[in-house]
């Protein structure tokens, strides 16, 4: 299996701006995990879906982010209107149901809002 | 309060030397605990996974749980400059085998050869 697999890798957008995020998990995983990571906030979990079903999205900062999972392979974090402090790395990741398992995570999406 | 507190860091030590990483956490009920580690531009990847109180080695990684505290440690022996990396620890909630995974901030480790 290839793993996690983020695009893009790099993004750069002007203030204002849609930006779309996509991940395919790991075949066969049932959750999947968005997460943010910045340097004074560390790694934070924005949304978790189980099953394609979101289950919780607390930590998903503003009605201006959200997320889709429309089938098992295939997941999207959307931000509109983007803005200069949305920049971050965002990570998803996969893992099986169970207590303990490994989250797999994807080489991340760097974003950069001007 | 927040579910899992690490030290940011940077902690930065010469090679060979013993490196202690330290979390708390604040739910009793939490038995599942997890140190991944990441490398620059990288993703994380899972290093150790402990449950409940106790210690785990692996090689010249131990993996320490101190439920009466609610502390959870890891330890590097010998450490080489490969060490260096950013090391989460994260714990799982046991309300359901289906439930997220809340990381730590992370300690960013240099090891100085």
């Known amino acids: 299996d290839a793993g996690v697999i983020q695009s893009p890798r790099h993004e750069v957008t002007e203030m204002g701006q849609e930006v779309t995020l996509r991940c395919k998990p790991i075949?066969?995983?049932?959750?999947l995990f968005w997460y943010r990571q910045t340097m004074m906030r560390g790694l934070e979990l924005l949304i978790y879906?189980?099953?394609?079903?979101?289950?919780?999205d607390s930590g998903m900062p503003e009605d201006r982010f959200s997320a889709k999972m429309p089938n098992a392979s295939f997941s999207t974090l959307k931000i509109q209107p983007s803005e200069p402090r949305d920049s971050a790395v965002y990570f998803c990741?996969?893992?099986?149901?169970?207590?303990?398992?490994?989250?797999?995570f994807g080489q991340g999406t760097r974003l950069t809002v001007v | 309060q927040k579910e899992v507190e690490q030290d940011p860091g940077p902690l930065s030590v010469p090679e060979g030397a013993i490196v202690s990483l330290n979390c708390t956490y604040s739910?009793?009920?939490?038995?599942?605990f997890m140190w991944y580690r990441q490398y620059s531009r990288k993703g994380p990847e899972l290093l150790m996974y402990?449950?409940?109180?106790g210690n785990k080695e692996d090689g010249r990684f131990t993996a320490q749980v101190d439920k009466s505290s609610k502390y959870i440690s890891l330890f590097i022996r010998d450490s080489q400059p490969s060490d260096s990396a950013t090391y989460l620890c994260?714990?799982?909630?046991?309300?359901?085998?289906?439930?997220?995974?809340?990381f730590g901030s992370g300690t960013r480790l240099s090891i100085r050869p």
């Open positions: 994260a714990i799982q909630p046991p309300f359901s085998s289906a439930s997220k995974i809340i």
């Open positions: 990741a996969s893992r099986s149901q169970g207590y303990g398992t490994e989250a797999f």
């Open positions: 075949s066969g995983h049932n959750s």
């Open positions: 739910n009793s009920a939490f038995q599942y």
């Open positions: 879906f189980n099953n394609n079903v979101p289950i919780d």
């Open positions: 402990t449950y409940s109180s």
